[in-house]
């Protein structure tokens, strides 16, 4: 018996980088394009891709390096988009730590989400010529923000657009600056040339792909509207987030939707640049073997895809400046475009 019902799950409770998905819900684009979507929030993130991999669930969200790591670990999932790329991930660190170099990480406290960060840290210590035993590692889950303002730990691995702006809040709360957070990128530490595997996809099991693509093309071409229309009125877009999501409707929330903005995928592809940046990385760090071929496909989208990005480096740089100007200022910042909006319009 077929049905329309897709069950898709989140990567983690809901954020401002999660628009496209509940926008797509409250303006009827899944109705429209005849699917009923139930988006669900896990209680634990590490099981996303244990119940997607396993046909509890038919779709949902995962990092990059997540997503290779769960097929080479024999659940099979492919990426068929991507929704958030490339946002800048790093050890995030206050200015009271005395943490200035990846080296002087030894004798602290890191935090850090789960296994592939722990993983990250230790293979960072060797290019550094440290141990892993040289610092102490603490599991903080998507806390790292917290466990650093309660002096849990001395740092942590995290995102420049959500617990980098929970840390600035806080030092700005304390009347500090938002300078005395400060983040050692993870990218630029091990040489990769980019941020990517944090990249946050769009997956499914295998079988759902195959036996279901008219409902994957479906669902691509709801959010693929969706995010349209955040790119084109971002303002009026996360009014009707708020609406639908009243949670959303905080200042904290705000701020990480105006630093999410300029990482949002215009045409929610696979990049396969990335992929294979990222594939030769997991590599490396042993997380799958060495004859493994990244599982995405761009196979299910049915529109014009934009040009391959000529200087992935030099735009890198030029987001982490708009970042920088956002930090201070406020606004948003159209990641192609780099068009500005007022944060007062907010």
Not at 76 to 101: A, H, Q, R
């Amino acid at each position: 018996m077929t049905t329309n019902k897709i069950t898709f799950l989140l990567n983690w409770e809901a954020t401002p980088y999660h628009l496209p998905i509940f926008l797509a819900q409250s303006r009827g684009y899944y109705q429209r394009e005849g699917i009923e979507v139930s988006i669900l929030e896990p209680t634990n993130p590490s099981d996303v891709t244990a119940l997607i991999g396993s046909g509890k669930v038919d779709m949902g969200l995962k990092a990059m390096i997540h997503t290779l790591a769960a097929k080479a670990r024999g659940y099979p999932v492919t990426s068929f988009g991507s929704l958030l790329n490339e946002p800048f991930t790093g050890l995030l660190v206050l200015k009271e730590s005395g943490i200035k170099d990846f080296r002087d990480i030894k004798g602290k406290r890191i935090g850090y989400v789960g296994e592939f960060g722990k993983i990250q840290l230790d293979d960072l210590t060797s290019k550094f010529g440290m141990k892993p035993s040289d610092y102490t590692a603490i599991r903080c889950g998507m806390n790292i923000a917290k466990y650093m303002i309660s002096g849990e730990i001395d740092g942590g691995i995290g995102i420049e657009c959500m617990q980098q702006v929970e840390l600035e809040q806080w030092l700005v709360a304390q009347g500090r600056p938002r300078s005395d957070v400060q983040m050692l990128r993870i990218d630029r530490l091990a040489n990769l040339g980019c941020c990517c595997f944090c990249t946050i996809l769009y997956i499914a099991h295998d079988d759902f792909i195959a036996k279901h693509p008219e409902k994957i093309k479906a669902f691509l071409r709801a959010i693929h509207s969706a995010t349209l229309d955040m790119l084109n009125d971002p303002v009026q877009a996360f009014k009707d987030y708020i609406h639908f999501k009243p949670e959303m409707g905080t200042a904290l929330h705000r701020e990480q939707y105006e630093r999410c903005f300029a990482y949002f995928s215009h045409d929610i592809s696979n990049v396969p640049r990335d992929w294979n940046k990222v594939t030769a990385y997991s590599k490396r760090l042993n997380i799958i073997p060495q004859d493994f071929q990244p599982n995405c496909t761009n196979g299910y989208l049915t529109w014009q895809l934009d040009p391959d990005e000529k200087d992935p480096m030099g735009k890198q740089e030029a987001i982490a400046e708009i970042q920088d100007t956002i930090k201070e200022k406020g606004g948003l910042f159209n990641g192609n475009a780099l068009r500005y909006v007022e944060p007062e319009d907010l």
